[in-house]
């Protein structure tokens, strides 16, 4: 089967460095893709989104790029400090044949990110 | 977390019992999932709700029944647990699916061991 994954499962940086986290997905005919942060003993948290009509999409010191030419999606963060030491997930919603896939979601298996004061 | 609750957050059980998890919601969201994360294995669905009464089998469905009676509140049960089941489960909600106006929301999680 087709699934979503990370290059990397660990990334350091200083404080203050840009971070950019990697995520290869193999289903082309994915539309949807969403990246999550997930912090020690919590649930994961929405961070950010793009739709496959979109090459670059902002939000509040990051950036989603996705290329569908090679398959790749990134997280940029901008300015990283210790508090955005945490797991980072894409997840891919696979478009159905019907056209209604009620949201089911394909994760990756993370990167963890270490940011260092 | 999105005005999600999750009961209990932690609970150790043996094998053979039955177990139940709750998710409570206060946002109203007609979308409703149970999720569970493993090593080695990210977040997988397990069972998702489309409406009240209205269910529907994820990825690993097996070993798992889910109700839901009211929009609020999203039931997960373990018939007969085993220890393959111990995990971190967690339930999320949406206003629609992924991909038109929202996305999904996730709750704190609980951690059930089963020995």
């Known amino acids: 089967g087709e699934s979503v994954g990370l290059h990397l499962p660990t990334l350091s940086v200083q404080e203050g460095d840009n971070s950019i986290i990697n995520c290869a997905y193999s289903n082309s005919a994915s539309d949807y893709f969403i990246w999550y942060k997930q912090e020690s003993g919590k649930g994961p948290q929405f961070i950010i989104d793009i739709r496959s009509n979109m090459d670059k999409r902002q939000g509040q010191r990051v950036t989603v790029l996705l290329n569908k030419t090679v398959k790749h999606l990134s997280l940029q963060i901008a300015a990283t400090q210790p508090g955005d030491s945490a797991v980072y997930f894409c997840?891919?919603?696979?478009?159905?044949?019907?056209?209604?896939?009620?949201?089911?979601?394909?994760f990756g298996q993370g990167t963890i990110l270490t940011v260092h004061p | 977390d999105a005005g999600i609750t999750q009961s209990p957050r932690h609970k150790v059980t043996e094998t053979g019992t039955p177990v139940t998890l709750r998710c409570h919601q206060t946002e109203n969201h007609r979308y409703m999932y149970w999720y569970r994360q493993d090593p080695g294995h990210g977040l997988r669905l397990i069972h998702y709700?489309?409406?009240?009464?209205?269910?529907d089998k994820g990825e690993v469905s097996d070993g798992y029944s889910v109700s839901r009676s009211k929009t609020e509140d999203f039931l997960l049960t373990l018939e007969s647990a085993t220890s393959s089941q111990t995990s971190v489960y967690f339930c999320?909600?949406?206003?629609?699916?992924?991909?038109?106006?929202?996305?999904?929301?996730f709750g704190p999680g609980t951690r059930l061991t089963v020995l």
């Open positions: 997840a891919e919603l696979p478009a159905s044949a019907g056209g209604t896939s009620y949201g089911k979601l394909t």
């Open positions: 999320a909600i949406s206003r629609e699916p992924p991909g038109r106006t929202d996305t999904q929301y």
């Open positions: 709700s489309y409406g009240v009464k209205d269910t």
